[in-house]
């Protein structure tokens, strides 16, 4: 993770917080007026993959194409860092898919 923090910092990308389990990762960032979403998760993924296998910590890493991002309030900014720092507690409990469709259900999106 510390990485993919200091490639965001070159990039003038806000990352508050990372973490992740097994097959993702979390991240809490902060977007300037001039960034979107689509561009941020590129640049993140597009070079930490090339470092990832650069390094050999994985045999033909990639990223899946897709991704999950919704905005939060201020108000809820602790409580998110907490929780992408507990990832290992809260993923022994449900898996990632489990706690996708949750939130799902629970905030009435759509499930593309």
């Known amino acids: 993770m510390d ?10 990308i806000l990352i508050y917080s990372i973490n992740g389990y097994r097959d993702h990762v979390h991240c809490l960032i902060s ?12 640049l993140l993924k597009g070079e930490s993959s090339y470092w990832i296998n650069k390094e050999n910590l ?11 991002a919704v905005s939060i309030s201020e108000s809820q900014v602790e409580k998110v860092k907490t929780y ?29």
């Open 84 to 112: 992408i720092h507990n990832q290992e507690i809260h993923h022994k409990k449900k898996s990632w898919e489990e706690e996708y469709n949750e939130f799902i259900k629970n905030y009435n999106f759509d499930n593309y």
């Open 31 to 42: 977007l300037l007026p001039e960034q979107n979403i689509a561009k941020v998760i590129q």
């Open 58 to 68: 994985g045999k033909n890493f990639k990223w899946a194409d897709e991704y999950f």
């Open 3 to 12: 990485h993919i923090l200091a490639n965001a910092r070159t990039k003038g």
